[in-house]
């Protein structure tokens, strides 16, 4: 009966058993759209250009990594809320053809950067509490010119 009315326990429910078929822990299954959220709400601020927002967003000791290739001299790494939030409205801001959307990367929430249709960027988000604590950006068309793709 508890099962009918939604008010039984996680275990009474069968989410315990369900939830490690798709992969996922139980923490992972409930912390997922609070994650999803977030970006979400990093998406919107840093496209908007909103420095105060995007500042609030981010932990003060927040790092950004921008990644252009697989050497190290092509890794640039940026520190603190108030440089990262500048560089970060910088490359959100709208750009001709160059589109930002919320996608899976390395299997949780992120966004992709196309321009016309391919991708040209991935960003991972990743948060310590409720603040983003690493944004890892990977500039290589190279590695992301199957994006989504299927073969036949």
């Known amino acids: 009966m508890s099962e009918i009315s939604g008010t039984g326990s996680v275990r009474a429910l ?3 058993r369900v939830v490690p078929r798709f992969g996922w822990t139980l923490w992972e299954w ?14 919107s601020a840093a496209r908007a250009g909103d420095l105060e927002r995007l500042r ?5 000791t927040v790092a950004v990594v921008v990644a252009a290739g697989d050497d190290t001299a092509s890794v640039r790494v940026i520190h603190g809320s108030d440089d ?6 910088h490359g959100f ?16 929430a992120g966004l992709m950067m196309t321009r016309s249709g391919s ?3 991935t960003i991972a988000v990743d948060f ?3 603040l983003i604590s690493l944004v890892w950006v990977r500039l290589e068309p190279a590695a992301l010119r199957h994006w989504n793709t299927v073969s036949v």
Do not use: M
Request: net charge positive; aromatic share 6%.
């Open 30 to 43: 409930v912390v997922c759209p609070w994650h999803y959220r977030g970006v979400s709400h990093f998406h």
């Open 84 to 89: 990262a939030a500048v560089l970060l409205a």
């Open 56 to 60: 609030s967003l981010l932990a003060p």
């Open 14 to 16: 069968g989410l315990a």
């Open 128 to 130: 310590t509490g409720r």
């Open 93 to 108: 801001a709208p750009k001709g053809d160059v589109v930002v959307e919320e996608r899976s990367v390395n299997n949780q």
């Open 119 to 121: 991708p040209i960027a």
